[in-house]
C-alpha cells in the first residue's frame, strides 16, 4: 500500500508538472510558430532562441502587482481564474500516457487513475470549468467581462452536445466501453479509430477548437468587440491563472484527439519493431518509446491548434452559434446512426 501511494504520488507531480511546463512552452511555440508563418523571428533575446521567454513571462505574472477592483464580488473574483486551472488540471488523471512498467512482476501504469467512465470524467470536469469563467466574469462588475462571460457559457454548451454525439459514435466503434485505457488498447494493431470515424473526429476537433476559446472560436475574449472579455479587470497571476488554463486545456484536447483517434502510444509495427530490438513488453524502453510517440503526437495536435489561429479569421458570433447548432448536431446525429448502422451489420451490435 504504501508503495501504491508513493508511485501514484509521484505520477500526480509529473503529470501536473508536464501540464504546466508544456503550457508554459507552449507560449513560447506558439510566437515561434506564428514568427515563422508572418516571416520573423519571434522571441530571440531570453536565453538561446528565445528558449527562456516563458521563464520571464511567468517572473512578470508572478511579480507584477495584484489588482483587485474595489466595485468587485473579491472573494468571487480570486475564485473564479481558481477554479478554472483546476478543472484545467484534473482532466489529466485518467490519460494512460504510456505502456504499463512491469518491475517485479508487478505492473505499474503510467496513469494516475483507471476509472470505467474516463471519457465521461473528462468531458464532465471539463463542462464545471466554465463556471470559472462565468464566476470571474460576473465578480469583476464589468460589462465587457459580462459579456465575455456569457460568450463562453453558451459557446460551450453548445458545442458539447456535438462532441459528446461524437463520442457516442466511437464509444459504440469501441464496442461500448467509457474507458480510456481500453479505447487505447483496442488500437494496439496500429488501426487507428480516426479510420472508422472521420466524421467523428473533424466534428471532434472543431469542438475542441470551441471548447478551448482558440481562434477562430475566440469571441469570448475578442478584443475588437470585448476589450478583454473576461480577462478585462485581471492582472498578474490570476490574468496567468488564465492563460495557463487555456493552454492547459489545449494540451489535454490535443492528448485525447491523438488517444482516442489516433491510438496514443500505439502505433502501426510497434511490435515488430520491439521484436526487432529485443524489448520485453513491460520493459522501460518501451513504455518510454510509447510516451514520445504520444507525446509527438500531442505536439503535432498543439500546432494544428496555432496554425489555424493564425491562419483563419475570428467568425461573428451569430455565425459561431448557427455552425455549433446549424451543422455540426446535425452531422454528429447524422454520424451516430451510420455508426449504428455499420456496426450493426459488422455484428457488434444486435437490437
Given at each position: ?82 477554479l478554472f486551472l483546476l478543472t484545467a488540471l ?172 489516433f491510438g496514443g502510444y500505439n502505433f502501426p ?83
Amino acid at each position: 500500500m504504501l508503495t501504491f501511494v508513493i508511485y501514484k504520488s509521484i505520477l500526480c507531480v509529473v503529470v501536473f508538472g508536464v501540464s504546466l511546463g508544456v503550457a508554459a512552452y507552449s507560449t513560447w511555440w506558439e510566437r515561434k510558430f506564428a514568427a515563422f508563418l508572418q516571416d520573423r523571428k519571434g522571441p530571440s533575446r531570453a536565453g538561446p532562441f528565445g528558449i527562456l521567454q516563458p521563464l520571464a513571462d511567468g517572473g512578470k505574472m508572478f511579480f507584477k502587482e495584484e489588482i483587485i477592483p474595489n466595485v468587485s464580488n473579491k472573494f468571487l473574483f480570486v475564485l473564479g481564474p481558481s477554479l478554472f486551472l483546476l478543472t484545467a488540471l484534473m482532466t489529466g488523471v485518467v490519460i494512460p500516457w504510456g505502456k504499463d512498467l512491469i518491475i517485479g512482476g508487478k505492473a505499474y501504469p503510467l496513469q494516475v487513475t483507471d476509472i470505467n467512465i474516463g471519457i465521461i470524467y473528462v468531458l464532465g470536469v471539463t463542462s464545471v470549468g466554465v463556471y470559472g469563467i462565468m464566476i470571474g466574469g460576473w465578480a469583476s462588475n464589468n460589462k465587457y467581462s459580462l459579456l465575455g462571460a456569457i460568450r463562453a457559457s453558451s459557446q460551450m454548451i453548445s458545442y458539447e452536445i456535438a462532441m459528446g454525439l461524437s463520442i457516442i459514435a466511437l464509444v459504440i466503434t469501441a464496442g461500448g466501453t467509457l474507458s480510456f485505457r481500453e479505447i487505447l488498447e483496442k488500437q494496439d494493431a496500429g488501426i487507428s479509430n480516426v479510420m472508422y470515424q472521420p466524421l467523428g473526429f473533424l466534428i471532434f476537433l472543431i469542438c475542441a477548437f470551441a471548447e478551448t476559446n482558440r481562434a477562430p472560436f475566440d469571441l469570448s475574449e475578442c478584443e475588437t468587440e470585448l476589450i478583454g472579455g473576461y480577462n478585462t479587470e485581471y492582472s498578474a497571476f490570476k490574468l496567468g491563472a488564465f492563460m495557463f488554463a487555456e493552454y492547459i486545456n489545449m494540451f489535454i484536447s490535443s492528448a485525447i484527439m491523438a488517444g482516442l483517434y489516433f491510438g496514443g502510444y500505439n502505433f502501426p509495427f510497434a511490435h515488430e519493431l520491439y521484436s526487432a530490438m529485443g524489448l520485453q513488453e513491460g520493459s522501460v524502453a518501451i513504455s518510454l518509446i510509447g510516451f514520445l510517440v504520444y507525446f509527438f503526437k500531442i505536439c503535432l495536435f498543439i500546432s494544428v491548434f496555432m496554425w489555424i489561429r493564425w491562419t483563419l479569421p475570428r467568425f461573428r458570433y451569430d455565425q459561431l452559434m448557427n455552425l455549433g447548432w446549424k451543422v455540426l448536431i446535425p452531422l454528429s446525429l447524422f454520424n451516430l446512426v451510420l455508426t449504428v448502422v455499420v456496426e450493426f451489420f459488422r455484428g457488434t451490435i444486435v437490437f
